[in-house]
């Protein structure tokens, strides 16, 4: 079904980009007789000359031109032409020619980007007015081409929010953090709200977001309490509102190829040969296998989005359907989403009383070798071993059969891709209203009730021919497995705005009601007579009757309710000040800390408003703001703060003939466990020069994370398990922000758009400890090597940064090619007298300078739009290295540099994790080109745009791995190039949208 699917929707992008060809060599309606006409441009405020105004003939964007230095201009236009007038700075606006040969016009100053309403929590704001660090990216903004998720459509683009892509996998999301690590055992994440209702990035396909709106500092997220250290994404679909409402069709869709980012280099089965003549030895079985083509694909992934806009300003609705089918570049990897909304909107009684209804629907389909819940690590073990395979041996045996080997985890790559099946089906249903009644002028109640239902029914499988046959004699394996989620919300808000004289306040008040109920289930077993039954005849395998058969299944449930409020005050939109507190309970807290308030305000003052800047012209916007707030972090489970018992028959015993579970106790009851809560203090500057075409911001923020949770070893007794999750220990963030706009060309026929961001963000850990419990160490250990080297890859320390790596210090090798590394008192040993305690702190797996430059060209007809990123002063454990680097192991293959002499020497040591294979990590990455065309005006269409994209072009860096941002950046092990992983990818793409 979904192949047919595919093919229908490619079909019909095939006819209608052939309509667009059938419609552009169509002749030319007749044009009236064209005629020449000249005026002058001048501003509406003090009638001074306006120089490069831009004016174009509405409809065919062909025709322009732009006005001298006197403000004057002169073009040649059809007789019933109408002519745009637009300028950085200016209200745009049109007029028709008529008549008339010879025009003066006055241009009105444009406060649009002070008055541009910006969505904040519960409600919006105009951006003067804006007292707290918010940033706001409209659609025309968003990053173009392949976009994964919400993320990518701002990556770059908000300062202090980095947005990596660690992952290639068709399955993966973008991952996003927000001024630095603020979590030991809760989140970091922000919280994502889709219109008001809690969601994720790919709630919404990003063809249907109108804009997202970041609250990043603590005055601006206090409002949503506990939900909020993260910061929060308010994610605003497009909509058919307003009075100037669309009666329109739009479609796009787009094709893309991927390749892997890097391909490592490994010696190749000629290069075996060339080693054995050497005397090294290896293993030569005849054969010249490229194993990374084996198992990777020329992946071809298709994007469709039809969006309808109808109705009038009482009655308009706004539907869209998504579909989006994406390969990977390892075989059998892939997945297919349906994404449908449909949104109405009514007015009554003159206005007064306003509805919203709205339902989105997601189905997201996954077919492939592994689970896609475990992409990275399970595709990634695949990657592995056609990483080390010997290039000499072959595929498949002269019987057809996969050939094997033994080995220490050493299987054939393609059959583990190709003897095992998976499917999955995730299934969600949004659907929220809304009333929205205004009794009386400045005074209006909202009603917003939703209920969001998702599950997932997956199952999986192995063959007889599966290497777990071989190497567990499991004679082929099945798991089924089923989540559902219910998820209710409820809003009650009242919002009251007056102004009088120099003086505008608004007063919001509000109670919110939220409650989740999961559930799961799944069962596995093994040992089938036949291997056709995939996983739809679990009862069938054979260690169900062994008692070896696996099966679990739980449930949870949550509240939270919240009563919060907010004012906001203007004197004479120079003097503002903004309060919000919100009082909340959760039912995921101790039975004493159920409850907790959030409290936080800000302050602003727009210099540029006062009377001594009147004489500065060039300045548009001086604003000084300053805040502070309180937000939580929630625990991650319902049910941590009470005790918990567990039936495991490993404790059991043999009475009465039997063997009987034993019932152990599994959690410490801790009736005072609360929220973690960050303080956070934030200032800055909005500035504006020249009408705003030089714009920007700068904040400063300091934020402490107290009451951290974090798992404390505790007595037996008084206690019954010996670890507790406890509120205690302290962290902090600081950093600088800044987010600069300008537009340093504009001409009737050619503008360009630049913006930069920068930020920096510095982390520590201050204590460990409460009044009652004191930590066992002052430092925890994170990270993981895997096998065989297995231990902990960094270590976070009290009163230290957050990401440092530990390790042994390798200061070069000896005679023999043996590491030799720095103990403890800085002396140099060999790293057979090594111990645990050499091992030292080295390097920061965390970014200090974050960076992003977007530009946007246009020239008459033609677009582009080239997004670039970097990030500068953190280091990255090169897991491919310290694995494949290494010649001393000649059962597994390696990379080309693995002779390369270090000090003279080829390396002869047994794997192990020195601070040679952490590298330095910077780069700066051209991100995504996209290159436009809109076609001149057909008849029948609106408009008509066709494109071309590349994603992860190029990356200029030192490191020597696959791509420095293919890398973990959150959590306590950032900077952590895994082994076993899902490589990312250069994407390239082409793609059209017309709207009718």
């Not at 922000?190 to 994720?200: C, E, F, R, S, T």
């Not at 340093?744 to 409460?770: E, H, I, M």
């Not at 008459?860 to 990123?869: C, E, H, P, S």
């Not at 000090?903 to 590298?919: F, P, R, T």
């Amino acid at each position: 079904m979904n192949k047919q699917l595919s093919r229908l929707i490619q079909e019909v992008a095939c006819y209608l980009l052939c309509s667009v060809a059938m419609l552009l060599v169509l002749p030319a309606q007749a044009q009236a007789a064209d005629r020449q006409i000249t005026g002058k441009v001048v501003s509406a405020e003090d009638k001074n000359p306006l120089p490069g105004v831009t004016i174009i003939v509405k409809g065919n964007n062909t025709i322009g031109t732009a006005t001298d230095a006197e403000g004057k201009f002169k073009m040649t236009v059809p007789e019933d032409a109408t002519l745009i007038l637009s300028y950085i700075g200016y209200t745009s606006q049109e007029f028709v020619v008529g008549t008339q040969n010879d025009f003066n016009i006055e241009m009105a100053s444009d406060q649009k980007q002070l008055t541009e309403v910006v969505v904040i929590g519960y409600g919006t704001q105009k951006k003067g007015d804006i007292t707290s660090s918010v940033a706001s990216i409209k659609r025309e903004d968003f990053i173009k081409g392949t976009v994964r998720d919400a993320a990518q459509l701002i990556q770059g683009k908000v300062a202090g929010l980095r947005i990596t892509t660690p992952s290639g996998s068709p399955t993966s999301n973008t991952q996003i953090n927000l001024r630095g690590i603020n979590s030991i055992n809760g989140t970091s994440n922000p919280l994502i709200l889709i219109d008001g209702i809690p969601g994720g990035l790919n709630t919404v396909a990003p063809e249907d977001i109108e804009s997202v709106d970041v609250l990043k500092d603590g005055s601006a997220a206090a409002i949503y309490g506990t939900r909020a250290t993260g910061g929060v994404i308010l994610i605003t679909t497009r909509k058919n509102r307003g009075n100037n409402t669309r009666s329109t069709v739009e479609y796009s869709n787009y094709v893309n190829i991927q390749t892997i980012a890097r391909r490592p280099k490994l010696l190749t089965g000629d290069d075996y040969r060339q080693k054995i003549g050497e005397g090294i030895d290896y293993t030569d079985y005849g054969g010249n296998t490229d194993w990374l083509d084996e198992i990777m694909q020329n992946p071809v992934s298709h994007n469709h989005n039809l969006t309808f806009f109808g109705g009038n300003s009482t009655t308009n609705f706004t539907g869209s359907v998504n579909y989006r089918n994406w390969e990977g570049i390892f075989l059998r990897s892939g997945q297919s989403r349906f994404t449908g909304r449909a949104d109405l909107n009514h007015a009554m009684f003159n206005n007064k009383l306003k509805t919203n209804i709205q339902i989105i629907n997601r189905i997201t389909s996954s077919n492939g070798a592994v689970s896609p819940a475990n992409n990275d690590a399970a595709y990634g073990y695949a990657y592995r071993q056609a990483m080390i395979r010997n290039p000499t041996d072959r595929v498949r045996t002269e019987t057809g059969a996969w050939q094997e080997r033994d080995g220490y985890f050493y299987e054939n790559p393609v059959s583990l891709l190709n003897e095992s099946n998976y499917e999955a089906k995730f299934k969600e249903m949004r659907m929220s209203g809304s009333l929205d009644y205004a009794p009386i002028a400045d005074l209006n109640f909202k009603l917003l009730v939703s209920n969001v239902q998702n599950s997932n029914l997956e199952g999986g499988s192995t063959t007889f021919n599966h290497t777990a046959t071989r190497l567990s004699n499991q004679n082929a394996t099945a798991f089924r497995g089923t989540q559902a989620n219910n998820e209710n919300l409820l809003e009650l808000t009242g919002n009251y705005a007056k102004s009088f004289g120099k003086h505008r306040f608004t007063l919001l008040g509000g109670y919110s009601w939220q409650d989740a109920t999961y559930e799961a289930f799944d069962a596995s077993n093994w040992d089938f007579p036949t291997d056709a039954y995939d996983w739809n005849n679990l009862g069938a395998g054979g260690a169900l009757q062994k008692g070896q058969a696996g099966m679990s299944s739980t449930k949870n449930k949550w509240q939270l309710a919240g009563f919060f409020g907010r004012l906001t005050y203007s004197m004479d939109e120079k003097y503002l000040f903004m309060a919000s507190v919100r009082r909340e309970g959760s039912s995921r807290f101790g039975i004493n800390n159920q409850w907790g308030t959030f409290p936080a305000a800000s302050v602003g003052w727009r210099i540029s408003k006062e009377r001594f800047m009147e004489g500065l012209p060039g300045v548009s916007e001086i604003k000084v703001r300053a805040g502070i707030g309180v937000t939580g972090t929630i625990a991650s489970d319902p049910y941590l703060s009470q005790i918990s018992y567990n039936f495991s028959r490993e404790d059991g015993a043999f009475i009465g003939g039997k063997w009987v579970p034993g019932f152990i106790p599994a959690r410490n009851f801790n009736p005072d466990l609360r929220w973690e809560k960050k303080e956070e203090v934030n200032a800055g500057v909005d500035f504006g020069f020249l009408k705003n075409r030089i714009n920007g911001s700068i904040d400063f923020y300091s934020r402490k994370v107290k009451d951290l949770l974090y798992d404390f070893p505790v007595p037996v007794p008084p206690y019954l398990i010996g670890s507790m999750l406890i509120n205690a220990g302290t962290m902090k963030n600081e950093g600088m922000e800044v987010l600069l706009n300008i537009v340093p060309v504009q001409t009737a026929n050619f503008q360009w758009n630049t913006g930069f961001t920068y930020s920096t963000n510095r982390n520590k850990l201050v204590s460990l400890s409460n009044d009652q419990f004191q930590a066992a160490n002052d430092f925890f250990d994170d990270g993981y090597t895997g096998e065989p080297i297995q231990v902990s890859t960094h270590r976070v320390k009290v009163g230290e940064p957050i990401g440092r790596f530990f390790v042994w210090k390798s200061v070069g090798v000896d005679e023999k090619g043996a590491w030799l590394v720095e103990n403890k008192d800085g002396e140099v040993i060999p790293i057979a007298n090594a111990t645990p305690e050499d091992r030292q702190y080295y390097g920061n797996g965390i970014p200090k300078h974050n960076v992003g430059w977007n530009n946007s060209v246009r020239y008459k007809n033609f677009d582009l739009a080239v997004n670039m990123r970097g990030a500068f002063g953190f280091d990255i454990l090169n897991f491919q290295s310290m694995f494949y680097n290494n010649p001393r192991n000649k059962a597994y293959n390696m990379l080309k540099t693995a002779y390369d002499p270090i000090d003279g020497k080829v390396l002869n040591n047994e794997l192990v994790y020195v601070s040679n294979y952490i590298e330095k990590g910077d780069y700066w990455k051209i991100d995504n080109v996209t290159f436009g065309y809109t076609l001149p005006t057909l008849k029948g269409l609106k408009n008509a745009r066709i494109f071309v994209s590349g994603l992860n072009l190029a990356t200029i860096t030192g490191y020597t791995g696959v791509d420095p941002e293919g890398v973990d950046m959150t959590g306590f092990a950032p900077g952590s190039d895994q082994r076993d992983k899902y490589p990312t990818t250069r994407t390239f793409t082409a793609g059209l949208s017309v709207t009718f």
